[in-house]
């Protein structure tokens, strides 16, 4: 159990679009989600965390309008970049825990390029 | 706040030997959890070991076992008898094991990652 998806696995967008990625529990009730964004040879940052029902919690110096979360059950959690630029190329990784201070599993990640 | 320090960029290891990553963290908290993950070139994260820090006894599973030094705020991770497919991205993680409203006491903090390489 415990498997969490997430869709799309690699998008393609020109400058200026936004973008919307799914990150779904699927076999577990997701209390918490978080988003994070890996640069190449990098580790993962935090960006946000999410709880259902309510708004996300925005690390500091990650723009709430910028990228928008929400958590509007306990298996879905989505994350839009809006306005979407080069700079905003990364690898984006969501993850869900079925209760606060429970283990955090892994969605295989989006791939993001804007053109 | 806390920090997780991974030392070594890189490692290899020949196939069937033994490799121990390293990492260290910075922590006022005396309560907590602490995590290895493993990133293969799929880029999936794997938890690989986790360990209580108010259990004096190591984690192991499987081939995978930890050397836990709470005074020394050291965390290493031994891979035995390594494969192939043990080849990936490692990182060490810190989780307080407060459980704070605003989610603070769940956030995972990551180290830098160490590189691992298997040679045939």
């Known amino acids: 159990g415990a498997v969490v998806s997430q869709h799309p696995s690699w998008v393609i967008c020109k400058s200026g679009t936004s973008v919307k990625i799914e990150c779904r529990s699927l076999?577990?009730?997701?209390?918490?989600m978080f988003w994070y964004r890996q640069f190449p040879k990098q580790s993962l940052m935090l960006m946000a965390t999410?709880?259902?029902?309510?708004?996300?919690?925005?690390e500091q110096g990650v723009e709430k309008d910028k990228f928008l979360i929400n958590h509007a059950s306990l298996t879905l959690s989505t994350l839009t970049v809006t306005s979407a630029h080069p700079e905003d190329s990364s690898f984006y990784i969501c993850?869900?825990?079925?209760?606060?201070?429970?283990?955090?599993?892994f969605g295989p990640g989006t791939r993001l390029l804007v053109l | 706040a806390q920090t997780v320090t991974q030392s070594q960029p890189e490692m290899s290891v020949q196939e069937a030997e033994t490799v121990t990553l390293s990492c260290t963290y910075d922590t006022s908290e005396s309560d907590y959890y602490l995590f290895w993950y493993k990133q293969p070139p799929s880029r999936q994260m794997i938890l690989v070991i986790r360990q209580e820090a108010y259990k004096q006894q190591n984690a192991t599973e499987n081939r995978f076992s930890v050397n836990f030094q709470k005074a020394a705020k050291s965390f290493s991770l031994k891979i035995s008898d390594s494969q192939l497919g043990d080849a990936a991205m490692y990182f060490c993680?810190?989780?307080?094991?407060?459980?704070?409203?605003?989610?603070?006491?769940?956030?995972?903090?990551f180290g830098g990652g160490t590189r691992l390489m298997v040679k045939p």
């Open positions: 993680a810190y989780r307080s094991a407060l459980a704070m409203n605003n989610n603070a006491g769940n956030m995972l903090t």
């Open positions: 999410s709880n259902e029902g309510s708004k996300a919690t925005y």
């Open positions: 076999d577990f009730q997701a209390t918490t």
């Open positions: 993850s869900a825990s079925r209760q606060i201070q429970e283990t955090q599993y």
